[in-house]
Protein backbone atom coordinates (compact mmCIF):
# COMPACT_ATOMS: atom_id res chain seq x y z
CA UNK A 1 0.00 0.00 0.00
CA UNK A 2 1.30 3.46 -1.03
CA UNK A 3 2.11 5.43 2.51
CA UNK A 4 -0.68 8.14 0.94
CA UNK A 5 -3.25 5.93 0.92
CA UNK A 6 -2.35 4.23 4.78
CA UNK A 7 -2.41 7.67 5.90
CA UNK A 8 -5.61 8.77 4.17
CA UNK A 9 -7.70 5.78 5.79
CA UNK A 10 -5.13 6.05 9.29
CA UNK A 11 -6.77 10.17 9.28
CA UNK A 12 -10.28 8.46 8.28
CA UNK A 13 -10.11 5.97 11.26
CA UNK A 14 -9.23 8.85 14.08
CA UNK A 15 -12.31 11.37 12.20
CA UNK A 16 -14.73 8.12 12.63
CA UNK A 17 -13.34 7.52 16.14
CA UNK A 18 -13.69 11.08 17.03
CA UNK A 19 -17.21 11.15 15.69
CA UNK A 20 -18.40 8.61 17.72
CA UNK A 21 -16.23 9.92 21.17
CA UNK A 22 -18.37 13.28 20.37
CA UNK A 23 -21.78 11.65 19.82
CA UNK A 24 -22.72 11.32 23.54
CA UNK A 25 -22.33 15.34 23.79
CA UNK A 26 -23.28 17.24 21.04
CA UNK A 27 -26.77 18.00 19.97
CA UNK A 28 -28.92 15.15 18.54
CA UNK A 29 -30.10 16.73 15.15
CA UNK A 30 -27.62 19.65 13.65
CA UNK A 31 -27.99 23.11 14.62
CA UNK A 32 -28.88 25.95 12.30
CA UNK A 33 -24.74 26.69 12.04
CA UNK A 34 -24.28 23.32 11.06
CA UNK A 35 -26.61 23.57 8.39
CA UNK A 36 -25.27 26.59 7.67
CA UNK A 37 -21.83 24.85 7.03
CA UNK A 38 -23.28 22.59 4.28
CA UNK A 39 -23.44 25.71 2.07
CA UNK A 40 -19.61 25.25 1.70
CA UNK A 41 -20.28 22.44 -0.15
CA UNK A 42 -22.01 24.11 -2.90
CA UNK A 43 -19.68 25.38 -5.37
CA UNK A 44 -18.96 25.07 -9.03
CA UNK A 45 -17.71 21.28 -10.39
CA UNK A 46 -13.73 22.15 -9.73
CA UNK A 47 -11.72 22.07 -12.63
CA UNK A 48 -8.64 21.23 -10.90
CA UNK A 49 -8.76 18.49 -8.06
CA UNK A 50 -8.14 18.37 -4.55
CA UNK A 51 -5.61 16.36 -2.39
CA UNK A 52 -7.39 12.95 -1.15
CA UNK A 53 -6.61 14.11 2.57
CA UNK A 54 -8.21 17.66 2.22
CA UNK A 55 -11.08 15.96 0.81
CA UNK A 56 -11.83 13.78 3.51
CA UNK A 57 -10.98 16.73 5.85
CA UNK A 58 -13.47 19.02 4.43
CA UNK A 59 -15.98 16.14 4.32
CA UNK A 60 -15.53 15.77 8.13
CA UNK A 61 -15.64 19.72 8.83
CA UNK A 62 -18.66 20.28 7.61
CA UNK A 63 -20.72 16.94 7.09
CA UNK A 64 -20.15 15.33 10.34
CA UNK A 65 -21.88 18.70 12.25
CA UNK A 66 -24.46 18.54 10.14
CA UNK A 67 -24.98 14.46 10.48
CA UNK A 68 -28.69 13.80 12.89
CA UNK A 69 -26.94 11.54 15.56
CA UNK A 70 -29.20 8.07 14.41
CA UNK A 71 -26.18 6.33 15.83
CA UNK A 72 -26.58 7.36 19.64
CA UNK A 73 -28.94 6.22 22.17
CA UNK A 74 -31.09 9.32 22.40
CA UNK A 75 -32.87 9.41 18.70
CA UNK A 76 -36.15 7.93 18.72
CA UNK A 77 -37.71 9.14 15.27
CA UNK A 78 -39.03 7.23 12.71
CA UNK A 79 -37.57 3.84 12.56
CA UNK A 80 -34.21 3.81 12.12
CA UNK A 81 -31.59 2.01 14.21
CA UNK A 82 -27.98 2.65 15.03
CA UNK A 83 -24.98 0.73 13.58
CA UNK A 84 -23.40 -1.69 15.99
CA UNK A 85 -19.26 -0.98 16.18
CA UNK A 86 -18.97 -4.80 14.80
CA UNK A 87 -21.37 -3.69 11.49
CA UNK A 88 -19.23 -0.22 10.57
CA UNK A 89 -15.93 -2.01 11.00
CA UNK A 90 -17.18 -5.03 8.15
CA UNK A 91 -18.39 -2.54 6.54
CA UNK A 92 -15.26 -0.55 6.42
CA UNK A 93 -13.65 -3.97 5.37
CA UNK A 94 -15.77 -4.58 2.98
CA UNK A 95 -15.97 -1.19 1.19
CA UNK A 96 -12.23 -1.78 1.24
CA UNK A 97 -13.01 -4.91 -0.93
CA UNK A 98 -15.01 -3.20 -3.15
CA UNK A 99 -16.50 -6.94 -3.74
CA UNK A 100 -19.63 -6.66 -6.74
CA UNK A 101 -21.78 -9.25 -4.78
CA UNK A 102 -23.68 -10.28 -8.16
CA UNK A 103 -22.00 -13.44 -8.31
CA UNK A 104 -20.21 -15.66 -6.86
CA UNK A 105 -17.32 -15.88 -9.60
CA UNK A 106 -17.13 -12.46 -8.92
CA UNK A 107 -17.26 -12.12 -5.05
CA UNK A 108 -16.73 -15.25 -3.79
CA UNK A 109 -16.49 -14.05 -0.31
CA UNK A 110 -19.47 -12.36 -0.30
CA UNK A 111 -21.58 -15.11 -2.46
CA UNK A 112 -20.54 -17.28 0.81
CA UNK A 113 -21.04 -14.74 3.81
CA UNK A 114 -24.95 -14.34 2.22
CA UNK A 115 -25.37 -18.09 2.05
CA UNK A 116 -23.94 -18.65 5.74
CA UNK A 117 -26.28 -15.29 6.51
CA UNK A 118 -29.22 -16.23 4.51
CA UNK A 119 -29.34 -19.86 6.58
CA UNK A 120 -28.72 -18.00 10.16
CA UNK A 121 -31.69 -15.33 9.33
CA UNK A 122 -34.10 -17.80 8.31
CA UNK A 123 -32.98 -20.06 11.56
CA UNK A 124 -33.16 -17.12 14.37
CA UNK A 125 -36.31 -15.72 12.42
CA UNK A 126 -37.59 -19.14 12.33
CA UNK A 127 -38.75 -19.22 8.46
CA UNK A 128 -39.04 -22.24 6.37
CA UNK A 129 -35.35 -23.01 5.90
CA UNK A 130 -35.51 -23.61 2.14
CA UNK A 131 -36.56 -20.10 1.49
CA UNK A 132 -35.18 -17.72 -0.77
CA UNK A 133 -32.88 -14.95 0.86
CA UNK A 134 -32.48 -12.21 -1.03
CA UNK A 135 -30.31 -8.72 -0.10
CA UNK A 136 -31.68 -5.81 -0.83
CA UNK A 137 -31.41 -2.13 0.24
CA UNK A 138 -34.39 -1.49 2.62
CA UNK A 139 -37.66 -2.91 3.41
CA UNK A 140 -39.41 -1.30 0.32
CA UNK A 141 -37.48 -3.67 -2.30
CA UNK A 142 -37.41 -6.28 0.27
CA UNK A 143 -41.48 -5.86 -0.28
CA UNK A 144 -41.36 -4.82 -3.83
CA UNK A 145 -39.44 -8.34 -4.28
CA UNK A 146 -42.01 -10.32 -2.78
CA UNK A 147 -44.69 -9.05 -4.57
CA UNK A 148 -43.02 -9.54 -8.04
CA UNK A 149 -42.69 -13.18 -6.51
CA UNK A 150 -46.64 -12.88 -5.54
CA UNK A 151 -47.71 -11.41 -8.95
CA UNK A 152 -45.77 -13.92 -11.03
CA UNK A 153 -46.90 -16.92 -9.35
CA UNK A 154 -50.83 -16.66 -8.94
CA UNK A 155 -50.43 -14.94 -12.32
CA UNK A 156 -48.85 -18.42 -13.53
CA UNK A 157 -51.34 -20.29 -11.59
CA UNK A 158 -53.83 -18.95 -13.94
CA UNK A 159 -51.95 -19.61 -16.64
CA UNK A 160 -50.56 -16.92 -18.01
CA UNK A 161 -47.14 -16.12 -18.06
CA UNK A 162 -46.55 -12.28 -17.02
CA UNK A 163 -42.42 -12.32 -17.42
CA UNK A 164 -43.14 -12.73 -21.43
CA UNK A 165 -46.25 -11.84 -21.84
CA UNK A 166 -46.42 -8.55 -19.79
CA UNK A 167 -48.92 -6.89 -17.79
CA UNK A 168 -51.29 -5.25 -20.50
CA UNK A 169 -53.33 -8.44 -21.16
CA UNK A 170 -52.68 -9.99 -17.50
CA UNK A 171 -55.70 -11.51 -15.46
CA UNK A 172 -56.77 -8.32 -13.46
CA UNK A 173 -55.26 -9.64 -8.96
CA UNK A 174 -56.80 -8.16 -6.52
CA UNK A 175 -54.51 -6.60 -3.66
CA UNK A 176 -55.81 -6.56 -0.26
CA UNK A 177 -54.13 -4.45 2.78
CA UNK A 178 -54.60 -2.94 5.97
CA UNK A 179 -55.89 0.81 6.15
CA UNK A 180 -52.76 1.03 8.69
CA UNK A 181 -50.67 -0.24 5.69
CA UNK A 182 -47.22 1.54 5.73
CA UNK A 183 -46.91 4.08 2.75
CA UNK A 184 -44.10 2.29 1.28
CA UNK A 185 -45.90 -0.81 0.49
CA UNK A 186 -48.48 1.34 -1.56
CA UNK A 187 -45.23 2.58 -3.69
CA UNK A 188 -44.08 -1.12 -4.16
CA UNK A 189 -47.81 -1.91 -5.30
CA UNK A 190 -47.71 1.03 -7.98
CA UNK A 191 -44.25 0.17 -9.33
CA UNK A 192 -45.66 -3.67 -9.93
CA UNK A 193 -48.09 -2.15 -12.11
CA UNK A 194 -51.15 -1.97 -9.80
CA UNK A 195 -53.43 0.41 -9.37
CA UNK A 196 -53.72 2.16 -6.03
CA UNK A 197 -57.38 2.77 -6.80
CA UNK A 198 -58.47 -0.56 -6.82
CA UNK A 199 -56.65 -1.38 -3.47
CA UNK A 200 -59.03 -3.34 -0.90
CA UNK A 201 -58.38 -2.05 2.57
CA UNK A 202 -59.25 -3.86 5.24
CA UNK A 203 -60.59 -2.14 9.03
CA UNK A 204 -58.31 -2.14 11.46
CA UNK A 205 -58.61 -2.98 15.67
CA UNK A 206 -57.63 0.19 17.84
CA UNK A 207 -53.95 -1.21 17.04
CA UNK A 208 -53.80 -1.06 14.08
CA UNK A 209 -54.67 -4.59 13.42
CA UNK A 210 -56.45 -5.79 10.90
CA UNK A 211 -59.65 -7.41 11.55
CA UNK A 212 -59.85 -10.84 10.20
CA UNK A 213 -63.41 -11.57 10.43
CA UNK A 214 -64.17 -7.93 8.39
CA UNK A 215 -61.31 -8.96 5.64
CA UNK A 216 -62.30 -9.05 2.15
CA UNK A 217 -63.14 -12.71 0.87
CA UNK A 218 -59.96 -13.96 -0.34
CA UNK A 219 -59.61 -16.12 -3.44
CA UNK A 220 -56.46 -17.48 -5.78
CA UNK A 221 -56.11 -14.09 -7.25
CA UNK A 222 -55.71 -12.18 -4.32
CA UNK A 223 -52.28 -10.96 -2.96
CA UNK A 224 -52.56 -10.29 0.95
CA UNK A 225 -50.00 -7.54 2.50
CA UNK A 226 -49.90 -8.55 6.29
CA UNK A 227 -47.83 -6.44 9.13
CA UNK A 228 -45.77 -7.57 11.72
CA UNK A 229 -44.34 -4.37 13.68
CA UNK A 230 -47.35 -1.28 13.38
CA UNK A 231 -45.10 1.46 12.00
CA UNK A 232 -46.75 3.56 15.16
CA UNK A 233 -48.08 0.61 17.80
CA UNK A 234 -45.49 -1.41 16.70
CA UNK A 235 -48.67 -4.01 16.49
CA UNK A 236 -48.94 -7.45 14.81
CA UNK A 237 -51.99 -8.98 12.17
CA UNK A 238 -53.49 -12.30 13.36
CA UNK A 239 -50.98 -14.38 11.12
CA UNK A 240 -52.32 -17.73 12.21
CA UNK A 241 -55.82 -16.74 11.09
CA UNK A 242 -55.56 -14.71 7.86
CA UNK A 243 -52.55 -17.08 6.48
CA UNK A 244 -55.11 -20.35 7.16
CA UNK A 245 -57.95 -18.31 5.31
CA UNK A 246 -55.45 -17.28 2.58
CA UNK A 247 -54.31 -20.26 2.14
CA UNK A 248 -57.43 -22.51 1.47
CA UNK A 249 -58.15 -19.75 -1.19
CA UNK A 250 -54.97 -19.91 -2.95
CA UNK A 251 -54.16 -16.26 -2.10
CA UNK A 252 -50.57 -15.17 -1.68
CA UNK A 253 -49.44 -13.32 2.06
CA UNK A 254 -46.57 -11.04 2.11
CA UNK A 255 -45.53 -9.93 5.49
CA UNK A 256 -43.97 -6.53 5.88
CA UNK A 257 -41.66 -7.25 8.81
CA UNK A 258 -39.67 -4.39 8.36
CA UNK A 259 -39.10 -3.98 12.02
CA UNK A 260 -41.43 -6.09 13.72
CA UNK A 261 -40.10 -9.39 12.47
CA UNK A 262 -37.07 -9.12 14.77
CA UNK A 263 -39.59 -9.99 17.27
CA UNK A 264 -38.79 -13.33 16.49
CA UNK A 265 -35.81 -13.58 17.62
CA UNK A 266 -36.91 -12.86 21.29
CA UNK A 267 -38.70 -15.81 23.21
CA UNK A 268 -41.17 -13.23 25.41
CA UNK A 269 -41.87 -11.53 21.85
CA UNK A 270 -42.21 -14.17 19.33
CA UNK A 271 -45.90 -15.44 20.70
CA UNK A 272 -46.59 -11.96 18.61
CA UNK A 273 -45.60 -13.45 15.35
CA UNK A 274 -47.41 -16.55 15.63
CA UNK A 275 -48.67 -17.91 12.53
CA UNK A 276 -46.20 -16.01 9.98
CA UNK A 277 -44.06 -18.71 9.29
CA UNK A 278 -47.34 -19.78 6.90
CA UNK A 279 -46.93 -16.86 5.08
CA UNK A 280 -45.18 -16.81 1.54
CA UNK A 281 -42.67 -14.05 1.65
CA UNK A 282 -41.59 -11.86 4.05
CA UNK A 283 -39.05 -8.66 4.26
CA UNK A 284 -37.20 -6.99 7.17
CA UNK A 285 -34.91 -4.39 7.67
CA UNK A 286 -31.11 -5.17 8.54
CA UNK A 287 -30.60 -1.18 8.67
CA UNK A 288 -33.34 -0.75 11.60
CA UNK A 289 -33.50 -3.23 14.80
CA UNK A 290 -30.29 -5.13 13.43
CA UNK A 291 -28.68 -2.05 13.82
CA UNK A 292 -26.60 -2.28 10.77
CA UNK A 293 -25.40 0.47 8.54
CA UNK A 294 -28.32 2.09 6.44
CA UNK A 295 -29.02 -0.11 2.61
CA UNK A 296 -29.89 -3.57 4.15
CA UNK A 297 -32.32 -5.81 4.07
CA UNK A 298 -33.55 -8.74 3.21
CA UNK A 299 -37.18 -10.52 1.91
CA UNK A 300 -37.35 -14.13 2.10
CA UNK A 301 -40.12 -16.40 -0.23
CA UNK A 302 -41.15 -19.89 0.50
CA UNK A 303 -40.70 -21.04 -3.07
CA UNK A 304 -37.57 -20.55 -4.53
CA UNK A 305 -38.23 -21.58 -8.29
CA UNK A 306 -40.56 -18.47 -8.24
CA UNK A 307 -38.10 -15.69 -6.99
CA UNK A 308 -35.45 -17.68 -9.60
CA UNK A 309 -37.96 -17.12 -12.34
CA UNK A 310 -38.82 -13.70 -11.56
CA UNK A 311 -35.11 -12.54 -11.00
CA UNK A 312 -32.85 -15.14 -12.56
CA UNK A 313 -30.61 -13.63 -15.52
CA UNK A 314 -29.90 -15.49 -18.58
CA UNK A 315 -26.47 -14.36 -19.69
CA UNK A 316 -23.80 -16.86 -20.43
CA UNK A 317 -21.05 -14.80 -19.13
CA UNK A 318 -22.82 -14.79 -15.57
CA UNK A 319 -21.79 -18.18 -15.24
CA UNK A 320 -24.39 -20.52 -13.70
CA UNK A 321 -22.36 -23.49 -11.46
CA UNK A 322 -24.88 -24.87 -9.41
CA UNK A 323 -23.81 -22.17 -6.44
CA UNK A 324 -26.03 -19.48 -5.32
CA UNK A 325 -26.24 -16.73 -7.61
CA UNK A 326 -27.00 -13.36 -5.18
CA UNK A 327 -28.00 -11.50 -8.56
CA UNK A 328 -30.20 -14.60 -9.24
CA UNK A 329 -32.74 -13.63 -6.57
CA UNK A 330 -32.77 -10.01 -6.34
CA UNK A 331 -33.74 -6.64 -8.86
CA UNK A 332 -30.30 -5.63 -8.98
CA UNK A 333 -26.94 -6.99 -10.33
CA UNK A 334 -24.25 -5.13 -9.67
CA UNK A 335 -24.01 -4.17 -5.70
CA UNK A 336 -22.34 -4.03 -2.59
CA UNK A 337 -21.88 -6.95 -0.43
CA UNK A 338 -24.69 -6.75 2.22
CA UNK A 339 -24.36 -10.25 3.41
CA UNK A 340 -21.32 -9.62 5.13
CA UNK A 341 -22.73 -6.96 7.28
CA UNK A 342 -25.29 -9.34 8.68
CA UNK A 343 -22.85 -12.04 8.89
CA UNK A 344 -20.89 -10.05 11.54
CA UNK A 345 -23.84 -8.44 13.40
CA UNK A 346 -24.83 -12.02 13.73
CA UNK A 347 -21.48 -13.67 14.52
CA UNK A 348 -20.77 -10.98 16.65
CA UNK A 349 -24.50 -10.88 18.94
CA UNK A 350 -25.61 -14.23 18.38
CA UNK A 351 -28.99 -15.81 19.22
CA UNK A 352 -28.67 -14.51 22.47
CA UNK A 353 -27.28 -11.28 21.86
CA UNK A 354 -30.12 -10.28 19.47
CA UNK A 355 -32.93 -11.19 21.39
CA UNK A 356 -31.23 -9.27 24.25
CA UNK A 357 -31.20 -6.43 21.78
CA UNK A 358 -35.01 -6.73 21.28
CA UNK A 359 -35.68 -7.29 24.53
CA UNK A 360 -33.56 -3.98 26.20
CA UNK A 361 -35.14 -1.91 23.53
CA UNK A 362 -38.68 -3.11 24.30
CA UNK A 363 -37.82 -2.80 28.14
CA UNK A 364 -36.76 1.11 27.22
CA UNK A 365 -40.09 1.64 25.53
CA UNK A 366 -42.06 0.26 28.28
CA UNK A 367 -40.03 2.84 30.94
CA UNK A 368 -41.06 5.58 28.15
CA UNK A 369 -44.00 4.70 28.23
CA UNK A 370 -44.55 4.64 32.20
CA UNK A 371 -42.34 7.96 32.57
CA UNK A 372 -44.32 9.58 29.71
CA UNK A 373 -48.01 8.34 31.39
CA UNK A 374 -46.43 9.75 35.05
CA UNK A 375 -45.37 13.27 33.18
CA UNK A 376 -48.87 13.73 32.34
CA UNK A 377 -48.67 12.77 28.68
CA UNK A 378 -51.84 10.14 27.65
CA UNK A 379 -50.23 6.56 26.14
CA UNK A 380 -52.03 5.82 23.38
CA UNK A 381 -51.26 2.35 22.00
CA UNK A 382 -50.92 -0.79 24.19
CA UNK A 383 -46.82 -0.71 24.12
CA UNK A 384 -46.22 -4.72 23.14
CA UNK A 385 -43.07 -3.79 21.30
CA UNK A 386 -40.61 -0.73 20.76
CA UNK A 387 -43.18 1.81 19.51
CA UNK A 388 -44.76 3.98 21.84
CA UNK A 389 -47.39 6.48 20.75
CA UNK A 390 -48.35 9.34 23.05
CA UNK A 391 -50.17 12.96 23.08
CA UNK A 392 -51.15 16.13 25.44
CA UNK A 393 -54.92 16.67 25.90
CA UNK A 394 -54.99 18.61 22.52
CA UNK A 395 -53.30 19.24 19.64
CA UNK A 396 -52.20 22.40 20.27
CA UNK A 397 -50.35 21.44 23.84
CA UNK A 398 -49.11 18.04 21.88
CA UNK A 399 -47.55 20.56 18.81
CA UNK A 400 -45.98 22.97 21.68
CA UNK A 401 -44.23 19.89 23.34
CA UNK A 402 -42.55 18.43 20.26
CA UNK A 403 -41.95 21.48 19.35
CA UNK A 404 -39.91 21.66 22.92
CA UNK A 405 -38.52 18.36 22.83
CA UNK A 406 -37.09 18.68 19.53
CA UNK A 407 -35.41 21.62 20.29
CA UNK A 408 -34.31 20.35 23.68
CA UNK A 409 -31.12 18.58 20.88
CA UNK A 410 -31.15 16.64 23.81
CA UNK A 411 -33.11 13.71 21.85
CA UNK A 412 -35.47 14.06 18.59
CA UNK A 413 -38.86 12.49 17.64
CA UNK A 414 -41.51 12.88 15.22
CA UNK A 415 -45.30 13.70 14.82
CA UNK A 416 -47.44 11.03 13.83
CA UNK A 417 -51.20 10.54 13.02
CA UNK A 418 -52.96 7.66 14.99
CA UNK A 419 -56.90 7.16 15.09
CA UNK A 420 -56.88 10.55 13.46
CA UNK A 421 -55.23 12.73 16.30
CA UNK A 422 -51.85 14.29 16.17
CA UNK A 423 -49.55 12.32 18.12
CA UNK A 424 -45.63 12.05 18.91
CA UNK A 425 -43.87 8.66 18.27
CA UNK A 426 -40.92 7.01 19.84
CA UNK A 427 -39.33 4.10 18.50
CA UNK A 428 -36.14 2.85 20.33
CA UNK A 429 -34.49 0.92 17.66
CA UNK A 430 -30.94 1.58 18.38
CA UNK A 431 -28.68 -0.61 20.47
CA UNK A 432 -26.86 2.23 21.67
CA UNK A 433 -29.64 2.94 23.86
CA UNK A 434 -28.99 3.00 27.44
CA UNK A 435 -31.35 3.46 30.86
CA UNK A 436 -29.47 6.49 31.24
CA UNK A 437 -30.41 7.94 27.60
CA UNK A 438 -34.11 7.10 28.80
CA UNK A 439 -34.00 9.38 31.81
CA UNK A 440 -32.60 12.17 30.37
CA UNK A 441 -34.92 12.31 27.69
CA UNK A 442 -37.66 11.71 29.99
CA UNK A 443 -36.65 14.28 32.14
CA UNK A 444 -36.87 16.31 28.86
CA UNK A 445 -40.41 15.19 27.97
CA UNK A 446 -41.64 16.04 31.78
CA UNK A 447 -40.19 19.68 30.61
CA UNK A 448 -42.07 20.30 27.81
CA UNK A 449 -45.46 18.81 28.96
CA UNK A 450 -45.22 21.87 31.40
CA UNK A 451 -44.62 24.48 29.32
CA UNK A 452 -40.70 24.85 29.92
CA UNK A 453 -38.66 26.18 26.83
CA UNK A 454 -36.25 23.85 26.94
CA UNK A 455 -33.31 26.05 24.95
C1 LIG B 1 -43.35 -0.93 8.80
C2 LIG B 1 -42.41 -0.43 7.74
N1 LIG B 1 -42.48 -0.94 6.50
C3 LIG B 1 -41.65 -0.53 5.51
C4 LIG B 1 -40.71 0.44 5.74
C5 LIG B 1 -39.78 0.87 4.64
O1 LIG B 1 -38.51 0.38 4.91
P1 LIG B 1 -37.20 0.96 4.19
O2 LIG B 1 -37.14 2.40 4.56
O3 LIG B 1 -36.09 0.16 4.78
O4 LIG B 1 -37.34 0.75 2.73
C6 LIG B 1 -40.61 1.01 7.01
C7 LIG B 1 -39.64 2.11 7.27
O5 LIG B 1 -39.74 2.83 8.24
C8 LIG B 1 -41.46 0.54 8.04
O6 LIG B 1 -41.36 1.03 9.29
Known amino acids: MSRSTRELL??????????????GRREVVPGAEAVQGLQEFHEPMPVDGTSPEQVIRRLDRFGSPATVATTGGRYYGFVVGGALPVSVAANWLATTWDQNAGAWALAPVAAELETVAAGWLLEILDLPRNAAVGFVT??????????????????ARLGYDVKRRGLANAPQLRIVVSREIHPTNLLTLSYLGFGLGDIEYSATDEEGRIIPEQMPVLDSRTIVLLQAGNINSGSFDDFEQICREARAAGAWVH??????????????????????????????????????????????CRKPKVVEEVFGVNATYLMR?????????????????????????????????????????CAHARRFAE????????????????????????????????????????????????????????????WATTDEDVQRSLAVMERAIQGEVLK
Open 255 to 300: VDGAFGLWARASSSKKHLTRGIEKAHSWSVDGHKWLNLPQDSAIYA
Open 138 to 155: GSTMGTFSGLACARADLL
Open 371 to 430: GLADAGYEVLNDVVLNQVVFACRDETATRDALARIQASGVTWLGPTTWKGRLCMRISVSS
Open 10 to 23: QITSELANRYIEEL
Open 321 to 361: DGRRQPNNLVPELSRRARGVEFWAALKSLGKRGVEELVNRS
